[in-house]
């Protein structure tokens, strides 16, 4: 099981295998991952990669014009 969630600094999407205690973000920060907001939790790492490329691309379109 992966977990995907925001990096608490940049906001950039990571993801982690449950049950691991931090995950450092390419922005240097580290975030402990009791502590960060759960997007989305997938079964395998292949699947995580694919959700956190998406919503990355996702991220750069306008929020408040999807609903
Ligand atoms: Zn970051």
């Known amino acids: 099981m992966y977990i995907i969630f925001r990096c608490r600094k940049c906001g950039r999407y990571l993801y982690a295998k449950a049950g691991s205690k931090t995950k450092t973000c390419t922005c240097g920060y580290r975030n402990y991952l009791r502590r960060v907001i759960t997007i989305k939790k997938v079964e395998d790492e ?10 990355q691309s ?7 014009s999807l609903g």
């Open 46 to 55: 292949r699947t995580a990669g694919e959700v956190v490329r998406f919503m």
């Open 58 to 64: 996702y991220k750069n379109t306008d929020f408040k």
